[in-house]
Structure formats: structure tokens, C-alpha cells
């Protein structure tokens, strides 16, 4: 698992720019906070202002981004004040968490841009309560998010803005249908049902942390659409929260709130959650846990007992969620695993489809954006099939049938990269054959999209016989790893309905 989060492949090396522009970023934040005088509750609101618009914003263009992150504020500083006028009023206070809850899962229906402001919106709530604001200290909180934001923005947007040089994908689940039938509404329910269970269950613990658990049902609701990713991932947060408990117990706590090695560890734990967001939650939750602890030393309350209480605070929040989507509106893993394959199946025919256009001579083909977007798809089918290719699934041959997948959807991904990338190359020209390799993949495409299942030797008979290939014909060598890749696909896609590779 240590293997997975900090040695994956970073093709670009994507995440480790991602995390230490995020840490010049939230570090350059917090100090233009402390030199305009801010108090350290106006830091800390002011650096998670930052982080979320850094971590949450994931538009797939810049401009895109520099809007939602501009509406970051309009989400948020109503929250900020709604949170701190209710903080002598339990009853009203614990109802607008719900409803914030709430309103800021269903307003995923509205794509990258109303996740980032449904996720802002709710911190804006949680931060109020961690720092236990008054409404006499909102002028300076607003302060220290405007501000945060501007700097953050000027960072991302100006310093380093290296998404104007590559293709930029967010990939959000489906929101087709009405009323329950759509999924962000089943999810907001889901969301609002199990963070009421978090709230009794965190208030009967603690009446002063008990936000946590509410926090924890949050969190682990962010970007799943089934109950089995839901438990896989409740599962993990109480995993990471686990492991980062002895790092605050060794290192935290004897600090007792120095400013340097706090500032070092506040660091760390920024990085740590941005590195390993995109290949591991559960180290990212170790990540969040050192940071949420540094914070605490700062604060001057770290001890044994927080930290035992914040998991079991965490344990709590993480039962609420997967209590409510195994018995609120549950939403099977094998739908949302199959809309998933099937998306990024028709990416890799319209990967190929430019991908061809390109070497055929087309100045406006670029297959480059649809590769990241089949890279992001790629990591919905992940994180889909989790619950299946867990160490602890019974499951035997469905899980057997889900690591086959990934493994030769994994292979599409690497051979339309490898495609795009011979026909980025100027020198590259067309080849007569190219239109037919690209038919036959069209070809196994339809044949494992298509509504009615066919037998699990259909596609590959579709693909017909696969001609060999010199090294010297790199586009076609792509194309025919392609094809075979895709007819292997049939035997673990269109398995038995009696052993289906994928369900819940």
C-alpha cells in the first residue's frame, strides 16, 4: 500500500507538481494571512480556503477553473455566518449542517463546478465549529478567505499555471434521470440521512468534537456513486485515520506547539494529501490526520485523548455513511461499475478516432484531451471496482473477473497514449491500413457496448485475425495491441449472468 500511494507511476509527474504547487500555494496564503495581521483561527480558515480551492476546483479548462474558483466565496461566506449566528442554538445549528449537508451533495448535479461549491460550502460549516467561531470574528475570517483566495488563485492561475499546456479532465458520475431516480438526488438523501446518524452518534461521544463523525460521513460520500465504493472507502478513512494516530502521539504532541517544526509538519501533510489523493485514500486520510493534529498542537489541546476520540469520531461518521447507503435508496455497484466500463470503452474509439484523423493529415484532430479524459475514466472504473478487487472481498471470482478488467483496460489506456503520442510526431505520415485497424476497434467496441450481451467469444470473433506488425509501423502496432486487448474484454464483460463480474 506504501508502494502504491508514493512509487505509482506520475506520468508527467502530475501529482508531485500538483502537491508542491499546493504547498507553495496554502504556505504562501498562510503567511500573507499572518504579515496582514490575522489572528491564527483567521490563518487556519484562510489556509483551508486555500487547500479547497486548490484540492476541489477540477474544472476541465482554466478558465473554467477561475470561475468556480471566483464563486468560492458567494458559496462559502454565507455559510461562515450562518454557521457562527447559530453557534448558541443547537437544535437550529445541527438542522443547517443537515441541510448544508445536503444541498451541497445534490448540487453535484451540476457537474466539477457545483462539487466544488457543495464541498466549500460545507467546510465553510465544519471550520466554524473546529474553531468555534463567534459571529464578532466573521469580518476577520472573511478577510482571511478573500484574501487566501486571491493568493492561491494568483499561484494556480499565474506562477504556475501548467494546465495551459495539457489537456485537463474531471469526470463526474451521470446525473441523467429525475427526481429519485437521479443519482446526486439518491446521494443527497444518502448524504443527509447518514450524517444525521453521524450527529446523534458524534454528540452522545462529544459535545465539542462531535463535528468530526458529521465530517467523516461527508468525506467519505465525496466522489462515490455506489454503496459498495461507499463502504470501500469508509473502510480506508478509518484505515488512514488509524495509521496517522502514532505520528500524532510520537511527534505532534511533544512539539507542544512550535512554530517551525509545526509549520514543517503542516507542510508535509498539504503534500502528502495532494500526492496521494489520486492512488490512495487511505494515505491521504494518514495525511489529513497529521495535518488536522498539527493543527490541534497549534491550537494548544493536542493530547492521547483527542486523538483517540477523533477516531472513534471517524469510526462513527464512517458507519452513519455506509448505514445509509446499504438501507436509504441504495445504488448497486454492478449499474454504476458497467456505466462506468462502458464510457470509457466509447473513449477509446474516439481516442483512436482522432487519434487517426491526426496521421491522416487533420490540423484540428488532437487526441490529447481524449486520453485524459479516458485516464480520468479509467480512475472512476478503479475506484468503482474497489469494493471487487479488495483484499478482503469473498468474492473469489468476481474478484479474479475485476483485476482482469483493470489489467486490459490498463493495456487500452498505455496503447492510445503510445498512439497519441506517434501521432503528435510531426513526421509521422498515413498508412493505408490505418483506417481498417481502426474500424476493427470500432467494431469490439460496439460489440462490448452493446445493450444486448452476446456471447463471450463475440467480440474477439469480431476482431477477426490480427495481422503482425513491424516494429517500424508504430501507429499500427498500437492499434493491433489495441484490438487485442479489447477482444479479450469479452470473456470477463460477458461472462455468465450466473458468475457476473460485476454486482452488489
Partial sequence: MLKRAFVAPDPGRHRLRHATRAVLGIGLAVIVCGLAGHSLAGAITGGLAAL???????????????????????????????????HDLPVARDLAFL??????????????????????????????????????????????????LLVSSVVR??????E???????????VAGRGLARATTRQAVQATAGGALALLAGQFLSGDRWYWAVGATWWVFVNTTSRGETLVRGFRRVLGTLAGIPIGLAVIAPLHGAAVPSAVLVALGVFGIFYTAAVSYTWMMFSVTVLAGTLYGLLGVLDPALLALRLVETGVGALGAMVAVLLVLPVTTHATTDAWIQRALRCVHACTAEAAARLA?????????????????LGRVRLSLA????????????????????AL?????????????????PEASHDARLAAACWRVEASVEALTAPVRRRPGAAAASAGVLPPVGVAEPALAHLHSLERALAELAAPLHSSPRAPLIGA
Fill in 387 to 406: 469494493p471487487l478487487v479488495h483484499p478482503l472481498s469473498p468474492f473469489r471470482a468476481r474478484k479474479a473477473r475485476a483485476g482482469q478488467v483493470l
Fill in 99 to 148: 441541510a448544508v449537508m445536503g444541498v451541497g451533495v445534490y448540487a453535484r448535479r451540476w457537474g466539477p463546478r457545483g462539487h466544488s461549491l457543495g464541498v466549500f460550502a460545507f467546510m465553510a460549516f465544519f471550520i466554524t465549529q473546529f474553531l468555534h467561531t463567534l459571529p464578532g470574528q466573521l469580518p476577520e475570517l472573511y478577510s482571511a478567505v478573500l484574501l487566501s
Fill in 157 to 162: 492561475f499565474g506562477l504556475w499555471c501548467y
Fill in 52 to 86: 479547497l480551492a486548490l484540492f476541489t476546483v477540477t474544472d476541465p479548462t482554466v478558465r473554467g477553473q477561475a470561475v468556480t474558483t471566483a464563486l468560492l466565496p458567494v458559496a462559502g461566506l454565507p455559510v461562515l455566518a450562518l454557521a457562527a449566528g447559530l
Fill in 361 to 377: 493529415g487533420s490540423a484540428t484532430a488532437d487526441p490529447a484531451p481524449r486520453v485524459a479524459e479516458l485516464e480520468a475514466l
Fill in 409 to 425: 483496460l490498463d493495456v487500452c489506456v498505455r496503447e492510445v497514449r503510445g498512439l497519441a503520442s506517434v501521432a503528435a510526431d
Fill in 164 to 174: 495551459r499546456t495539457q489537456p485537463a479532465a474531471a469526470v463526474l458520475a451521470p
